[in-house]
């Protein structure tokens, strides 16, 4: 699948990602790279983005890891997520990029690195599990 079929999938699963514009730049083998463009209104007061629209991203970015090893098709739920805020982002944009860590059995386990476009230095640490959906 391209990242212009992944995005899709995306913005039709959580509209606010369609909202906020995140873009989908790659996403195979359990990787996935996306951008949250800069926007005033996910901005806080010192001029960063904050805290929930980061955490947002960044379960969007792991969705789109567990939608490139399941072509497209996932209806896994978020269980975990901890993050840790290693230094302000500044106002985008910014880059975030999942890997799945453990993506087989009914629990799925992933990681992502939240960056400032400009500036490779991590901002954002996140670990999340995931919970593989039962069949309906």
Excluded: Q
């Excluded at 806080?44 to 098709?73: C, K």
């Excluded at 400009?118 to 954002?124: A, E, I, L």
């Amino acid at each position: 699948m391209t990242p212009a079929e992944y995005e899709a999938i995306i913005h039709r699963g959580v509209p606010l990602a369609g909202d906020w514009g995140i873009r989908v730049l790659s996403a195979e083998a359990g990787v996935a790279r996306l951008e949250l463009p800069r926007d005033p209104r996910l901005l806080r007061p010192g001029n960063t983005v904050s805290g929930p629209a980061i955490m947002g991203f960044a379960d969007v970015a792991m969705w789109a890891a567990l939608l490139s090893v399941s072509e497209g098709r996932d209806e896994s739920l978020t269980a975990t997520m901890n993050i840790a805020f290693l230094r302000p982002c500044g106002p985008g944009p910014l880059l975030a990029e999942a890997r799945l860590i453990k993506g087989s059995g009914r629990s799925l386990f992933g990681e992502v690195v939240v960056t400032h476009a400009d500036d490779p230095r991590p901002c954002v640490h996140v670990t999340t599990g995931w919970v593989r959906s039962a069949v309906r």
